[in-house]
T-cell receptor, first 113, second 115 residues
């Protein structure tokens, strides 16, 4: 069955520390891959996406993600977290041949001062 | 501000009732998507319309229906409401043409509470 897994429900990091949020997917073929951020009371904003090519993709707000086909993973990283990064982060996948976007359960990020 | 607007922002109603949620896409976007975000189910894709026609269907209940009008705004109709329908309903739009992917821009959502 097609699925997206974000193993960490809640992560707390100190401001200035590095961050890695995990995402694993199970699909028949490599889907399109996305990371979205949702701030409290807001809609979702696209951070970055992977379609093909270079497996390390750069996004907005200093985020990057690396696609690893062998591990079916698409982990999100940021070298130095800012307090304003506190939000909920969603990994999402979409097959190439339809519009059925599947979201992970989300990871809530708390940033300690 | 994504350019996608949703009304109302909050909606409180009773079980068995029917409600309509409205979405106006970004100017020029032809595709509208509806999503439901609830605590137990997470974020789920419900349905997509492209230029007035239904394009894709996700986990949408038979009690729910949607349409996209000639001016491209969309409405999501929820009927025979149950407590479990309480959720945040998001609309997103994209400039999608054909099957090529375009970024989806999300609205701020409508929070539905069923009492």
């Amino acid at each position: 069955a097609q699925s997206v897994t974000q193993p960490d429900i809640h992560i707390t990091v100190s401001e200035g520390a590095s961050l890695e949020l995990r995402c694993n997917y199970s699909y028949g073929a490599t889907p399109y891959l996305f990371w979205y951020v949702q701030s409290p009371g807001q809609g979702l904003q696209l951070l970055l996406k992977y379609f093909s090519g270079d497996t390390l993709v750069q996004g907005i707000k200093g985020f990057e993600a690396e696609f690893k086909r062998s591990q079916s993973s698409f982990n999100l990283r940021k070298p130095s977290v800012h307090w304003s990064d506190a939000a909920e982060y969603f990994c999402a996948v979409r097959p190439h041949n339809n519009n059925d976007m599947r979201f992970g359960a989300g990871t809530r990020l708390t940033v300690k001062p | 501000d994504s350019g996608v607007t949703q009304t109302p922002k909050h909606l409180i109603t009773a079980t068995g009732q029917r409600v309509t949620l409205r979405c106006s896409p970004r100017s020029g976007d032809l595709s509208v998507y509806w999503y439901q975000q609830s605590l137990d189910q997470g974020l789920q894709f419900l349905i997509q319309y492209y230029n007035g026609e239904e394009r894709a269907k996700g986990n949408i209940l038979e009690r729910f229906s949607a349409q996209q009008f000639p001016d491209l705004h969309s409405e999501l109709n929820l009927s025979s409401l149950e407590l479990g329908d309480s959720a945040l309903y998001f609309c997103a739009s994209s400039a999608e043409t054909g099957t090529a992917y375009n970024e989806q821009f999300f609205g701020p959502g409508t929070r539905l509470t069923v009492l």
